[in-house]
Protein backbone atom coordinates (compact mmCIF):
# COMPACT_ATOMS: atom_id res chain seq x y z
CA UNK A 1 0.00 0.00 0.00
CA UNK A 2 1.11 3.38 -0.70
CA UNK A 3 2.82 5.39 2.05
CA UNK A 4 -0.32 8.74 1.48
CA UNK A 5 1.38 10.96 3.83
CA UNK A 6 4.86 10.79 1.52
CA UNK A 7 2.78 10.92 -1.11
CA UNK A 8 0.73 14.53 -0.04
CA UNK A 9 4.05 15.60 0.60
CA UNK A 10 5.38 14.51 -3.35
CA UNK A 11 2.76 16.16 -4.54
CA UNK A 12 2.75 19.42 -2.45
CA UNK A 13 6.55 19.81 -2.68
CA UNK A 14 7.43 23.62 -4.00
CA UNK A 15 3.98 24.48 -4.49
CA UNK A 16 4.04 27.74 -2.67
CA UNK A 17 -0.02 28.46 -2.31
CA UNK A 18 0.08 25.11 -0.25
CA UNK A 19 0.56 24.20 3.44
CA UNK A 20 0.20 21.04 5.36
CA UNK A 21 -1.68 20.33 8.62
CA UNK A 22 -1.70 17.14 10.58
CA UNK A 23 -2.63 13.79 8.35
CA UNK A 24 -5.47 13.26 10.18
CA UNK A 25 -7.94 12.19 8.59
CA UNK A 26 -6.01 10.52 6.23
CA UNK A 27 -7.72 7.79 3.90
CA UNK A 28 -5.61 4.49 3.06
CA UNK A 29 -5.19 5.38 -0.52
CA UNK A 30 -6.22 8.20 -2.41
CA UNK A 31 -8.77 8.54 -5.55
CA UNK A 32 -9.74 11.77 -5.18
CA UNK A 33 -9.92 14.93 -3.13
CA UNK A 34 -12.44 17.28 -1.32
CA UNK A 35 -12.38 21.08 -1.62
CA UNK A 36 -13.76 22.42 1.35
CA UNK A 37 -14.17 25.60 2.95
CA UNK A 38 -15.87 28.91 3.96
CA UNK A 39 -18.01 31.21 2.07
CA UNK A 40 -16.05 32.83 -1.04
CA UNK A 41 -12.88 31.05 -0.24
CA UNK A 42 -12.19 30.15 -3.79
CA UNK A 43 -13.18 26.64 -3.74
CA UNK A 44 -15.33 26.82 -7.20
CA UNK A 45 -12.79 29.19 -8.92
CA UNK A 46 -10.27 25.98 -8.01
CA UNK A 47 -12.35 23.52 -9.03
CA UNK A 48 -13.73 25.21 -12.30
CA UNK A 49 -9.55 24.98 -12.98
CA UNK A 50 -9.10 21.71 -12.29
CA UNK A 51 -12.77 20.98 -14.67
CA UNK A 52 -11.22 22.79 -17.67
CA UNK A 53 -8.10 21.31 -18.08
CA UNK A 54 -6.00 19.10 -19.91
CA UNK A 55 -6.47 16.43 -16.99
CA UNK A 56 -10.10 16.58 -17.27
CA UNK A 57 -10.80 17.05 -20.75
CA UNK A 58 -8.54 13.49 -21.40
CA UNK A 59 -11.15 12.07 -18.53
CA UNK A 60 -8.20 11.15 -15.63
CA UNK A 61 -9.79 13.63 -13.52
CA UNK A 62 -13.43 14.37 -13.02
CA UNK A 63 -15.29 17.31 -11.04
CA UNK A 64 -18.39 16.46 -10.37
CA UNK A 65 -21.57 18.67 -10.69
CA UNK A 66 -22.58 19.76 -7.15
CA UNK A 67 -26.66 20.35 -6.51
CA UNK A 68 -28.26 21.92 -3.68
CA UNK A 69 -31.78 22.04 -2.84
CA UNK A 70 -32.43 25.46 -1.25
CA UNK A 71 -33.00 29.33 -2.93
CA UNK A 72 -29.70 30.00 -4.27
CA UNK A 73 -27.19 31.36 -1.63
CA UNK A 74 -24.21 33.01 -2.63
CA UNK A 75 -22.14 29.82 -3.18
CA UNK A 76 -24.99 28.70 -5.32
CA UNK A 77 -25.88 31.20 -7.73
CA UNK A 78 -24.02 29.80 -9.89
CA UNK A 79 -24.73 26.27 -9.12
CA UNK A 80 -27.74 23.53 -9.73
CA UNK A 81 -30.09 24.35 -7.20
CA UNK A 82 -33.45 21.88 -7.18
CA UNK A 83 -36.65 21.62 -5.25
CA UNK A 84 -36.54 18.55 -2.71
CA UNK A 85 -38.42 16.50 -4.55
CA UNK A 86 -36.52 16.68 -7.55
CA UNK A 87 -33.09 15.72 -5.48
CA UNK A 88 -34.64 13.01 -3.89
CA UNK A 89 -35.56 11.44 -7.08
CA UNK A 90 -32.67 12.14 -8.83
CA UNK A 91 -30.74 9.72 -5.77
CA UNK A 92 -33.06 7.35 -6.17
CA UNK A 93 -32.00 6.92 -9.56
CA UNK A 94 -28.69 6.66 -8.90
CA UNK A 95 -27.89 10.28 -10.30
CA UNK A 96 -26.60 11.64 -7.20
CA UNK A 97 -23.66 9.96 -5.24
CA UNK A 98 -22.82 11.52 -2.08
CA UNK A 99 -25.02 13.47 -0.36
CA UNK A 100 -24.98 15.46 2.75
CA UNK A 101 -27.10 17.94 4.98
CA UNK A 102 -26.06 21.42 6.42
CA UNK A 103 -28.46 23.31 8.93
CA UNK A 104 -28.65 27.11 9.49
CA UNK A 105 -31.16 27.92 11.85
CA UNK A 106 -34.50 26.18 11.27
CA UNK A 107 -33.46 25.54 7.49
CA UNK A 108 -31.97 21.85 6.24
CA UNK A 109 -29.81 22.18 3.34
CA UNK A 110 -29.31 19.32 0.90
CA UNK A 111 -26.23 19.28 -0.77
CA UNK A 112 -25.31 16.47 -3.42
CA UNK A 113 -22.83 15.71 -6.10
CA UNK A 114 -23.57 14.20 -9.52
CA UNK A 115 -22.79 10.06 -9.49
CA UNK A 116 -19.25 10.24 -11.98
CA UNK A 117 -19.48 7.82 -15.01
CA UNK A 118 -15.76 7.01 -14.59
CA UNK A 119 -15.49 5.45 -12.00
CA UNK A 120 -11.49 5.37 -12.85
CA UNK A 121 -10.81 9.34 -13.14
CA UNK A 122 -9.62 11.08 -9.89
CA UNK A 123 -12.73 12.75 -7.90
CA UNK A 124 -12.20 16.65 -7.66
CA UNK A 125 -15.42 17.38 -5.56
CA UNK A 126 -16.16 21.04 -5.14
CA UNK A 127 -17.38 20.68 -1.06
CA UNK A 128 -17.98 22.96 1.61
CA UNK A 129 -17.46 22.90 5.36
CA UNK A 130 -20.87 21.21 5.87
CA UNK A 131 -19.28 18.30 3.85
CA UNK A 132 -16.35 17.45 6.57
CA UNK A 133 -18.87 18.30 9.16
CA UNK A 134 -20.83 15.18 8.24
CA UNK A 135 -17.55 13.10 7.08
CA UNK A 136 -18.34 10.51 9.63
CA UNK A 137 -22.59 10.37 8.88
CA UNK A 138 -23.13 6.74 7.70
CA UNK A 139 -24.18 7.90 3.98
CA UNK A 140 -21.86 10.27 3.73
CA UNK A 141 -18.55 8.27 5.34
CA UNK A 142 -18.96 5.42 2.25
CA UNK A 143 -18.83 8.22 -0.41
CA UNK A 144 -15.96 9.38 1.01
CA UNK A 145 -14.00 6.18 1.03
CA UNK A 146 -10.33 7.23 -0.24
CA UNK A 147 -11.10 10.92 -0.38
CA UNK A 148 -8.54 13.79 0.74
CA UNK A 149 -10.20 16.82 1.80
CA UNK A 150 -8.15 19.95 1.23
CA UNK A 151 -9.28 22.95 2.35
CA UNK A 152 -8.91 26.35 0.63
CA UNK A 153 -8.72 29.50 2.96
CA UNK A 154 -8.92 33.21 2.69
CA UNK A 155 -9.09 35.23 5.49
CA UNK A 156 -12.51 36.99 6.57
CA UNK A 157 -11.79 40.32 5.69
CA UNK A 158 -10.62 38.59 1.85
CA UNK A 159 -13.41 36.64 1.70
CA UNK A 160 -15.92 39.56 2.81
CA UNK A 161 -14.73 41.78 0.10
CA UNK A 162 -14.74 39.26 -2.89
CA UNK A 163 -18.70 38.88 -1.31
CA UNK A 164 -20.34 42.34 -1.66
CA UNK A 165 -17.92 42.75 -5.13
CA UNK A 166 -19.38 39.40 -6.56
CA UNK A 167 -22.81 39.65 -4.79
CA UNK A 168 -23.92 42.89 -3.88
CA UNK A 169 -27.01 43.12 -5.86
CA UNK A 170 -28.15 39.56 -4.06
CA UNK A 171 -30.68 39.92 -1.65
CA UNK A 172 -29.12 37.77 1.51
CA UNK A 173 -29.81 37.90 4.90
CA UNK A 174 -27.53 39.80 6.61
CA UNK A 175 -27.20 36.98 9.85
CA UNK A 176 -26.70 34.03 7.32
CA UNK A 177 -24.04 35.88 4.82
CA UNK A 178 -21.95 36.90 8.61
CA UNK A 179 -22.79 32.86 9.67
CA UNK A 180 -21.05 31.56 6.13
CA UNK A 181 -18.38 33.88 6.35
CA UNK A 182 -17.49 33.34 10.32
CA UNK A 183 -17.55 29.15 9.14
CA UNK A 184 -13.37 28.30 10.61
CA UNK A 185 -11.31 25.97 8.48
CA UNK A 186 -10.96 22.54 9.51
CA UNK A 187 -7.85 21.01 10.73
CA UNK A 188 -7.46 19.20 7.09
CA UNK A 189 -4.28 18.13 6.31
CA UNK A 190 -3.54 20.52 3.06
CA UNK A 191 -4.64 23.69 2.91
CA UNK A 192 -4.32 25.99 -0.23
CA UNK A 193 -3.86 29.65 0.44
CA UNK A 194 -6.15 31.58 -1.83
CA UNK A 195 -5.27 35.50 -1.03
CA UNK A 196 -3.02 38.24 -1.68
CA UNK A 197 -0.13 37.02 -3.61
CA UNK A 198 -1.26 33.28 -3.52
CA UNK A 199 -4.58 34.22 -5.59
CA UNK A 200 -2.92 34.19 -8.87
CA UNK A 201 -1.03 31.25 -8.04
CA UNK A 202 -3.55 28.73 -6.38
CA UNK A 203 -5.63 28.10 -9.90
CA UNK A 204 -2.79 26.73 -11.88
CA UNK A 205 -1.08 24.87 -8.42
CA UNK A 206 -4.77 23.12 -7.71
CA UNK A 207 -4.03 21.73 -11.13
CA UNK A 208 -0.09 20.65 -10.72
CA UNK A 209 -1.42 19.11 -7.52
CA UNK A 210 -3.90 16.96 -8.83
CA UNK A 211 -2.02 15.75 -11.48
CA UNK A 212 0.79 15.02 -9.28
CA UNK A 213 -1.60 12.84 -7.04
CA UNK A 214 -2.90 11.21 -10.22
CA UNK A 215 0.50 10.37 -11.27
CA UNK A 216 1.60 8.92 -7.87
CA UNK A 217 -1.73 7.51 -7.28
CA UNK A 218 -1.01 5.50 -10.55
CA UNK A 219 2.13 4.54 -10.04
CA UNK A 220 1.27 3.17 -6.59
CA UNK A 221 -1.46 1.23 -8.37
CA UNK A 222 1.01 -0.44 -11.17
CA UNK A 223 3.79 -1.59 -8.49
Do not use: H
Not at 33 to 59: D, F, M, Y
Not at 64 to 89: C, H, Q, W
Not at 123 to 140: K, Q
Amino acid sequence: MADVSNMIREAADKLQSIYLQSYSPMPEAIRGVALIGPLCSGKTTLANTVRESQLSKTGRAVVPKRYATFIPSPEEVDGNVLPYRMFSEKVVEGEIGLFWERKIGDVIEVYGFEAPQNQNAFIIYDGNVALYECRENETVKSGLEGILFVGVWASYNVREERFYRRFQDLDINPQEVNYRLGEPMPGVPVVFRNYEGYESLAPQQIVTFVERLVQLNDLATNN
